[in-house]
Protein backbone atom coordinates (compact mmCIF):
# COMPACT_ATOMS: atom_id res chain seq x y z
CA UNK A 1 0.00 0.00 0.00
CA UNK A 2 1.53 3.40 -0.91
CA UNK A 3 1.43 5.49 2.00
CA UNK A 4 1.28 9.77 1.39
CA UNK A 5 3.32 11.85 3.49
CA UNK A 6 1.07 13.47 5.74
CA UNK A 7 -2.46 12.65 6.76
CA UNK A 8 -5.43 14.96 8.70
CA UNK A 9 -5.87 14.75 12.47
CA UNK A 10 -7.04 16.34 15.28
CA UNK A 11 -4.78 18.08 17.98
CA UNK A 12 -5.71 19.32 21.62
CA UNK A 13 -4.04 22.75 20.63
CA UNK A 14 -4.45 23.38 24.78
CA UNK A 15 -6.13 22.38 27.30
CA UNK A 16 -10.04 23.50 27.80
CA UNK A 17 -12.96 23.10 26.46
CA UNK A 18 -14.53 20.81 23.10
CA UNK A 19 -13.46 24.18 20.85
CA UNK A 20 -9.70 23.69 21.94
CA UNK A 21 -9.55 20.56 19.03
CA UNK A 22 -7.93 21.47 16.25
CA UNK A 23 -8.14 20.16 12.77
CA UNK A 24 -4.25 19.70 11.47
CA UNK A 25 -1.95 18.16 9.29
CA UNK A 26 1.09 15.22 10.56
CA UNK A 27 3.19 13.14 9.21
CA UNK A 28 2.20 9.65 8.50
CA UNK A 29 4.45 7.79 11.20
CA UNK A 30 5.92 4.35 10.51
CA UNK A 31 5.84 1.27 12.75
CA UNK A 32 8.04 0.24 14.69
CA UNK A 33 8.58 -3.41 15.79
CA UNK A 34 5.66 -4.99 16.88
CA UNK A 35 3.55 -2.17 16.13
CA UNK A 36 0.45 -1.96 13.36
CA UNK A 37 -0.10 1.20 10.75
CA UNK A 38 -3.90 1.11 10.32
CA UNK A 39 -5.45 3.07 8.18
CA UNK A 40 -8.59 4.65 10.19
CA UNK A 41 -12.10 4.10 8.51
CA UNK A 42 -13.65 5.17 11.96
CA UNK A 43 -12.66 6.11 15.87
CA UNK A 44 -14.39 5.68 18.47
CA UNK A 45 -15.00 9.03 21.31
CA UNK A 46 -14.51 7.95 24.54
CA UNK A 47 -14.91 10.04 28.25
CA UNK A 48 -10.68 9.17 28.64
CA UNK A 49 -10.63 11.78 25.47
CA UNK A 50 -12.27 14.49 27.37
CA UNK A 51 -10.32 13.81 30.28
CA UNK A 52 -7.13 14.06 27.82
CA UNK A 53 -8.54 17.08 26.57
CA UNK A 54 -8.50 18.84 29.85
CA UNK A 55 -5.86 17.86 30.65
CA UNK A 56 -6.66 15.21 33.27
CA UNK A 57 -5.78 11.97 31.15
CA UNK A 58 -1.92 12.32 30.00
CA UNK A 59 -1.26 9.78 27.35
CA UNK A 60 1.70 7.25 28.67
CA UNK A 61 4.81 7.78 27.52
CA UNK A 62 5.65 7.00 24.15
CA UNK A 63 1.95 7.37 23.04
CA UNK A 64 0.90 9.68 20.48
CA UNK A 65 -0.67 13.02 21.91
CA UNK A 66 -3.69 12.66 19.71
CA UNK A 67 -6.78 11.92 21.37
CA UNK A 68 -8.08 8.63 20.64
CA UNK A 69 -8.01 5.09 22.09
CA UNK A 70 -10.28 3.06 19.35
CA UNK A 71 -10.79 2.45 15.49
CA UNK A 72 -11.45 0.19 12.64
CA UNK A 73 -9.67 0.80 9.19
CA UNK A 74 -7.19 -1.48 7.24
CA UNK A 75 -3.46 -2.56 8.08
CA UNK A 76 -1.53 -0.08 6.05
CA UNK A 77 1.84 -1.25 6.74
CA UNK A 78 3.64 -3.33 9.62
CA UNK A 79 7.04 -3.26 11.98
CA UNK A 80 9.78 -5.77 12.04
CA UNK A 81 8.13 -9.04 13.93
CA UNK A 82 4.22 -8.63 13.31
CA UNK A 83 3.60 -12.54 12.11
CA UNK A 84 -0.73 -12.05 12.33
CA UNK A 85 -1.69 -9.00 10.83
CA UNK A 86 -0.84 -8.16 6.88
CA UNK A 87 -0.99 -5.35 4.63
CA UNK A 88 -4.77 -5.51 3.93
CA UNK A 89 -6.28 -6.82 7.07
CA UNK A 90 -8.93 -4.86 8.12
CA UNK A 91 -9.18 -5.06 11.99
CA UNK A 92 -10.49 -3.15 14.89
CA UNK A 93 -7.84 -2.42 17.48
CA UNK A 94 -7.56 -0.78 20.58
CA UNK A 95 -4.92 2.18 20.55
CA UNK A 96 -2.54 4.05 23.11
CA UNK A 97 -3.75 7.09 21.78
CA UNK A 98 -4.01 8.59 18.38
CA UNK A 99 -7.14 7.53 16.74
CA UNK A 100 -8.25 10.99 15.77
CA UNK A 101 -6.37 10.61 12.50
CA UNK A 102 -6.37 9.04 9.09
CA UNK A 103 -3.77 6.99 10.41
CA UNK A 104 -2.82 5.48 13.91
CA UNK A 105 0.14 2.80 15.06
CA UNK A 106 -0.79 0.68 17.72
CA UNK A 107 0.89 -2.57 19.32
CA UNK A 108 -0.27 -5.96 16.93
CA UNK A 109 -1.60 -7.76 20.19
CA UNK A 110 -4.44 -5.19 20.61
CA UNK A 111 -5.70 -5.71 16.88
CA UNK A 112 -8.76 -8.36 16.46
CA UNK A 113 -10.44 -9.26 13.47
CA UNK A 114 -13.65 -7.39 11.96
CA UNK A 115 -16.38 -9.22 13.48
CA UNK A 116 -18.32 -10.93 10.80
CA UNK A 117 -21.25 -8.67 9.28
CA UNK A 118 -19.81 -5.51 10.38
CA UNK A 119 -18.89 -2.42 8.60
CA UNK A 120 -16.09 -0.28 9.97
CA UNK A 121 -18.12 2.42 12.32
CA UNK A 122 -19.82 -0.93 13.84
CA UNK A 123 -16.37 -2.10 14.74
CA UNK A 124 -15.33 0.88 15.67
CA UNK A 125 -17.75 0.98 18.83
CA UNK A 126 -16.21 -2.03 20.11
CA UNK A 127 -12.81 -1.92 21.64
CA UNK A 128 -12.51 0.87 24.44
CA UNK A 129 -16.36 -0.39 26.15
CA UNK A 130 -15.53 -4.06 25.06
CA UNK A 131 -12.00 -4.33 26.59
CA UNK A 132 -12.64 -2.28 29.57
CA UNK A 133 -15.81 -4.25 30.42
CA UNK A 134 -14.61 -7.54 29.90
CA UNK A 135 -11.15 -6.80 32.19
CA UNK A 136 -13.35 -5.38 35.11
CA UNK A 137 -16.58 -7.42 35.19
CA UNK A 138 -15.07 -10.69 34.06
CA UNK A 139 -11.59 -10.87 34.54
CA UNK A 140 -11.43 -8.96 37.35
CA UNK A 141 -14.37 -9.10 39.85
CA UNK A 142 -14.96 -12.42 38.52
CA UNK A 143 -19.02 -11.99 37.48
CA UNK A 144 -20.69 -15.96 37.34
CA UNK A 145 -23.81 -16.97 35.55
CA UNK A 146 -26.52 -16.58 38.20
CA UNK A 147 -25.62 -13.38 40.49
CA UNK A 148 -26.52 -9.86 40.40
CA UNK A 149 -25.03 -7.23 38.51
CA UNK A 150 -25.50 -3.05 38.49
CA UNK A 151 -24.10 -1.09 36.01
CA UNK A 152 -24.54 2.56 36.90
CA UNK A 153 -24.93 4.81 33.60
CA UNK A 154 -26.60 2.22 31.53
CA UNK A 155 -27.39 4.13 28.20
CA UNK A 156 -23.41 5.18 27.91
CA UNK A 157 -21.05 3.18 25.66
CA UNK A 158 -19.79 0.84 28.69
CA UNK A 159 -23.08 0.61 30.10
CA UNK A 160 -24.38 -0.42 26.96
CA UNK A 161 -21.72 -3.09 26.73
CA UNK A 162 -22.02 -4.28 30.18
CA UNK A 163 -25.75 -4.51 30.02
CA UNK A 164 -25.96 -7.29 27.01
CA UNK A 165 -22.48 -8.93 28.53
CA UNK A 166 -23.49 -9.34 31.72
CA UNK A 167 -27.06 -10.93 30.38
CA UNK A 168 -25.53 -12.70 27.68
CA UNK A 169 -23.24 -14.72 30.41
CA UNK A 170 -26.49 -15.53 33.10
CA UNK A 171 -26.55 -12.63 35.34
CA UNK A 172 -29.47 -10.76 36.40
CA UNK A 173 -28.87 -7.22 35.02
CA UNK A 174 -29.81 -4.01 37.22
CA UNK A 175 -29.20 -0.51 36.39
CA UNK A 176 -29.22 3.35 36.30
CA UNK A 177 -29.77 6.09 33.92
CA UNK A 178 -31.32 9.55 33.69
CA UNK A 179 -34.00 9.48 32.00
CA UNK A 180 -37.55 7.43 31.05
CA UNK A 181 -35.96 7.05 27.26
CA UNK A 182 -32.54 6.02 28.86
CA UNK A 183 -34.58 3.60 31.34
CA UNK A 184 -36.58 2.18 27.84
CA UNK A 185 -33.41 1.70 26.26
CA UNK A 186 -31.92 -0.29 28.93
CA UNK A 187 -34.54 -2.54 28.82
CA UNK A 188 -35.02 -3.25 25.43
CA UNK A 189 -31.00 -4.19 25.59
CA UNK A 190 -31.53 -6.32 28.01
CA UNK A 191 -31.59 -4.77 31.78
CA UNK A 192 -34.27 -7.01 34.03
CA UNK A 193 -34.45 -3.67 36.23
CA UNK A 194 -33.63 0.11 35.37
CA UNK A 195 -33.86 2.67 37.40
CA UNK A 196 -34.05 6.11 36.55
CA UNK A 197 -32.36 7.84 39.50
CA UNK A 198 -33.39 11.49 38.61
CA UNK A 199 -36.75 10.16 39.95
CA UNK A 200 -36.03 7.48 42.42
CA UNK A 201 -33.44 6.46 44.95
CA UNK A 202 -31.83 3.96 43.44
CA UNK A 203 -30.63 2.76 46.69
CA UNK A 204 -34.39 1.72 47.82
CA UNK A 205 -35.01 0.53 44.49
CA UNK A 206 -32.05 -2.14 44.63
CA UNK A 207 -32.94 -3.01 47.84
CA UNK A 208 -36.36 -3.73 47.48
CA UNK A 209 -35.87 -5.43 44.20
CA UNK A 210 -33.33 -8.25 46.00
CA UNK A 211 -35.25 -8.20 48.85
CA UNK A 212 -32.86 -6.39 50.69
CA UNK A 213 -29.85 -8.63 49.60
CA UNK A 214 -28.45 -6.39 47.76
CA UNK A 215 -26.10 -7.45 44.19
CA UNK A 216 -23.11 -9.39 43.84
CA UNK A 217 -20.98 -7.29 41.29
CA UNK A 218 -21.28 -3.70 40.76
CA UNK A 219 -19.60 -1.82 37.87
CA UNK A 220 -19.20 1.99 38.49
CA UNK A 221 -17.81 5.05 36.66
CA UNK A 222 -19.81 7.72 38.51
CA UNK A 223 -17.94 8.04 42.10
CA UNK A 224 -18.92 10.75 44.19
CA UNK A 225 -22.16 9.86 46.25
CA UNK A 226 -22.36 6.62 44.40
CA UNK A 227 -19.29 5.42 46.42
CA UNK A 228 -20.97 4.75 49.56
CA UNK A 229 -24.40 3.89 47.85
CA UNK A 230 -22.25 1.24 46.13
CA UNK A 231 -21.33 -0.56 49.36
CA UNK A 232 -24.60 -0.20 50.82
CA UNK A 233 -26.26 -2.11 48.19
CA UNK A 234 -23.73 -5.09 47.83
CA UNK A 235 -24.53 -8.17 48.71
CA UNK A 236 -22.16 -10.34 50.94
CA UNK A 237 -19.20 -11.32 49.64
CA UNK A 238 -20.25 -8.34 46.91
CA UNK A 239 -17.11 -6.74 44.66
CA UNK A 240 -17.32 -2.62 43.49
CA UNK A 241 -15.25 -2.43 40.17
CA UNK A 242 -14.13 1.15 39.97
CA UNK A 243 -13.43 2.50 36.37
CA UNK A 244 -13.84 6.17 36.86
CA UNK A 245 -15.22 8.99 39.00
CA UNK A 246 -17.43 11.56 36.98
CA UNK A 247 -18.86 13.18 40.48
CA UNK A 248 -15.56 12.41 41.93
CA UNK A 249 -12.93 10.93 43.86
CA UNK A 250 -12.95 11.84 47.10
CA UNK A 251 -16.33 11.65 49.67
CA UNK A 252 -16.20 10.34 53.00
CA UNK A 253 -17.05 7.23 53.45
CA UNK A 254 -17.57 4.24 56.06
CA UNK A 255 -16.00 1.12 55.92
CA UNK A 256 -17.92 -0.72 58.43
CA UNK A 257 -19.52 -2.47 55.78
CA UNK A 258 -16.81 -3.79 53.75
CA UNK A 259 -15.66 -5.54 56.35
CA UNK A 260 -19.20 -6.85 57.74
CA UNK A 261 -20.03 -7.97 54.34
CA UNK A 262 -16.62 -9.32 53.32
CA UNK A 263 -16.63 -7.18 49.89
CA UNK A 264 -14.17 -6.24 47.86
CA UNK A 265 -13.39 -3.34 45.87
CA UNK A 266 -11.29 -3.06 42.63
CA UNK A 267 -10.12 -0.08 40.16
CA UNK A 268 -8.56 0.31 37.22
CA UNK A 269 -8.02 1.96 34.34
CA UNK A 270 -7.58 0.68 30.90
CA UNK A 271 -4.83 2.63 29.32
CA UNK A 272 -1.56 2.26 31.16
CA UNK A 273 -2.04 -1.37 31.45
CA UNK A 274 0.93 -3.32 29.94
CA UNK A 275 0.58 -4.96 26.38
CA UNK A 276 0.59 -7.86 27.43
CA UNK A 277 -2.46 -7.53 29.75
CA UNK A 278 -4.25 -6.33 26.52
CA UNK A 279 -3.03 -9.15 24.30
CA UNK A 280 -4.77 -11.54 27.22
CA UNK A 281 -7.98 -9.51 27.04
CA UNK A 282 -8.15 -9.33 23.30
CA UNK A 283 -7.62 -13.08 23.81
CA UNK A 284 -10.74 -13.71 25.71
CA UNK A 285 -12.93 -10.97 23.52
CA UNK A 286 -12.07 -12.89 20.59
CA UNK A 287 -13.03 -16.94 22.13
CA UNK A 288 -16.04 -15.46 24.06
CA UNK A 289 -17.52 -12.32 23.00
CA UNK A 290 -16.37 -12.33 19.14
CA UNK A 291 -19.00 -15.13 18.84
CA UNK A 292 -22.03 -13.28 20.55
CA UNK A 293 -21.17 -10.44 18.02
CA UNK A 294 -21.34 -12.36 14.93
CA UNK A 295 -24.55 -14.45 15.92
CA UNK A 296 -26.23 -10.97 17.24
CA UNK A 297 -26.33 -11.67 20.59
CA UNK A 298 -24.20 -9.17 21.78
CA UNK A 299 -24.59 -5.46 19.34
CA UNK A 300 -22.83 -2.42 20.20
CA UNK A 301 -25.39 0.84 19.96
CA UNK A 302 -23.94 3.58 17.82
CA UNK A 303 -26.18 6.65 18.76
CA UNK A 304 -24.30 9.59 15.84
CA UNK A 305 -20.91 9.59 13.54
CA UNK A 306 -19.31 13.04 12.63
CA UNK A 307 -16.29 13.70 10.51
CA UNK A 308 -13.11 13.96 11.69
CA UNK A 309 -13.04 17.41 11.26
CA UNK A 310 -16.16 17.90 14.00
CA UNK A 311 -14.41 16.26 17.04
CA UNK A 312 -15.71 19.33 18.69
CA UNK A 313 -19.49 18.91 17.83
CA UNK A 314 -18.85 15.24 19.08
CA UNK A 315 -17.11 15.85 22.60
CA UNK A 316 -19.94 18.22 23.20
CA UNK A 317 -22.33 15.70 22.86
CA UNK A 318 -20.79 13.03 24.87
CA UNK A 319 -20.65 16.00 27.85
CA UNK A 320 -24.28 16.74 27.32
CA UNK A 321 -25.46 13.44 28.39
CA UNK A 322 -27.61 13.38 25.47
CA UNK A 323 -26.65 9.97 23.54
CA UNK A 324 -27.21 6.50 24.65
CA UNK A 325 -24.91 4.55 22.89
CA UNK A 326 -20.99 5.46 20.97
CA UNK A 327 -20.26 8.61 19.37
CA UNK A 328 -17.87 7.58 16.05
CA UNK A 329 -15.86 9.63 14.33
CA UNK A 330 -15.58 9.25 10.43
CA UNK A 331 -12.62 9.94 8.09
CA UNK A 332 -14.39 10.00 5.21
Known sequence: MSLPETMRVVEIASFGGPEVLTPAERPVPKPGPGEVLIKVAAAGVNRPD????????PPPPGASDLPGLEVAGTVAAVGEGVRRWSEGDPVCALTPGGGYAEYCLTPQEQCLPIPEGYDMVKAACLPETFFTVYLNVF???GLKAGEKFLVHGGSSGIGTTAI???RAFGATVFTTAGSDEKVKACTELGAHHAINYRT???KEAIKEATDGKGVDVILDMVGGDYIQGNIDSLAFDGRLAIIAFLQGSKREIDLIKVLGKRLS???????PQPVSKKAEIAANLQNHVWPLLESGKVAPVLFKTFPLA???AAHSLMESSDHIGKIILTTD
Do not use: E, H, K, N
Open 50 to 57: ISQRMGAY
Open 139 to 141: MRV
Open 164 to 166: QLA
Open 200 to 202: QDW
Open 265 to 271: ISGSTLR
Open 310 to 312: QAS
